[in-house]
Every structure is written in structure tokens, then in C-alpha cells.
């Protein structure tokens, strides 16, 4: 059940990835960006992170892809224009050195089972709520508060950037 | 037991890294862009919960959960940057924005 499970959402975020990048529209776009988020619900939980997995569906398919559409919406984006002829000649380079790194990263993650070992049947590590609100409170109390601080500098810094009125405004 | 070697995950995720790279270093939409780098940190989140599940403890699961705050305040941020952008220029293809283009 577990290898039919993997394939399934492996093939799923990989093929849905690919779709975000090479889609004309960036209403599609984010649509297949959320069923790669998804997908990769699918495999934190196989690999025993539940709570990491509902918190995946919540916060990135939920709310940042919610954030990205509604800007889309604001926006009012026309289709991307047609790269000119000169500037081809930079996104051919830019797919070389993508390849290259993905298949430096290939060779280094398949460096074989006996490194890595195997997804046991039974759960490996389960990340329920429990342990890891435990672990949050105690071993990463400081870091836990610093992200407070973080989120909130980011809602602030959201507002003033979104609400200021700009000289050139026309 | 039929098991999945996990070497397989961080294929993976490889694969969507490279991926996301390649939307970065392609896409003239800056929207789009700022949508392959959620891609890019998302696929470091499964290399982080395959090694929690390699070594048995819950270490990496912790960083997904502070990646993800810190996701979430970058995309707040890198929107309302983008929105402000396309009030002053108009579009948000990010070749005509070059301002700083001497």
C-alpha cells in the first residue's frame, strides 16, 4: 500500500510542478502549486509527520495560496508576452543550469538504500501534535518566541509596504 | 514488509528543487518567480522530514514548522513588495523593471 501510495504522490507533485513552471497563466499556475502542496501533504505523512502534513493543507495550500490568488486578482495580469528573439538565448541557459544542478542533487540523494535505509511498514517517527508541542515549549522555546517576532514584523512590514501612497501614483 | 527506501523522498525532492531553480531562473513573471521559490523551500521541507524519519527524531520535523513561519511572513512581505511595484510601473515583468540598470 505505502510504495502505491508514494508513486502516486510523487508522480503527482512532480507532474504538477512542471505544469506551474511552464503555464502561460498565473491563475493556473497557482492552481497546480496547490496540488503539489497537496502531493507533498501526502508524503509527510507517509513519512509519520501528521501534524506537519494538516499543517501543509492548512498554511500553504490554505492561506499563502489564498494570499498569491488574491493578488493575482489585483493585479488584473494579462498572459506573459512572448520572450523577444535576444533574450531566448537566457532562458536556455537558465533550463542548462537548472539541469545541472538537479542532476548534481540526483546523483548525491541516490547514493542507495544501504546509506538511507527503508521506510519501515509502522509509522517511523510519528509527529503528532503532542511531541512536537512538547519539543516546541521546551527545547525550541527561544527559537518558537523569535518566530512570534518574525510574523509579526512581517504583518507590519506587509501593511506599510501595501498601504503607503507612492509619489508616481497616477 | 514492502518498504520504500527513503532515498527515494529526497529524489524527490531533488527534483523539485531543480524544478523550482529552473522557474526562477526562466519565468519573467515576478509572481510566478516568487511562486517556484515556495516550490524550492517546500522541497528542502521534505529533505528535512526524510532525514527526521531517517534518524528517528523529531529535530527536522521542528525546522519544517520554523521554515514554515518564516515562509509565510517572506510571501506576506514579497506580495505587498510586488503590489507596490505594480503601482509605480505598471507590470510586474521583472525585465522592465530596471530602475538600478546603469
Known sequence: MIPILFFFFAGLAIASALLMVTHKNPVYCAIFLIITFFALAGLYFLLGAQFLSVVQVIIYAGAIMVLFVFVIMLLNLSEEVRLPAGRRLQSGFGIVFAAILGVQLLVIAAAGTRVFGRLSGDTPVSGTVERLGAALFSTYLYPFEIASVLLLTGIVGAIILGSKKLPKEQ | ?102
Open chain 2, 1 to 102: 514488509m514492502n518498504a520504500i527506501p527513503l532515498n527515494f523522498f529526497l529524489l524527490v525532492a531533488a527534483v523539485l528543487f531543480a524544478i523550482g531553480v529552473a522557474g526562477v531562473l526562466v519565468r519573467r513573471n515576478a509572481l510566478v518567480i516568487l511562486m517556484s521559490i515556495e516550490l524550492m523551500l517546500n522541497a528542502v521541507n521534505l529533505t528535512f522530514i526524510t532525514f527526521a524519519a531517517k534518524w528517528q527524531a523529531l529535530d527536522g520535523q521542528l525546522f519544517v514548522f520554523f521554515i514554515m513561519a518564516v515562509a509565510a511572513a517572506e510571501v506576506a512581505v514579497g506580495l505587498a513588495v510586488i503590489i507596490s511595484v505594480f503601482r509605480l510601473r505598471g507590470t510586474v515583468h521583472v525585465d522592465e523593471i530596471n530602475l538600478l540598470k546603469g
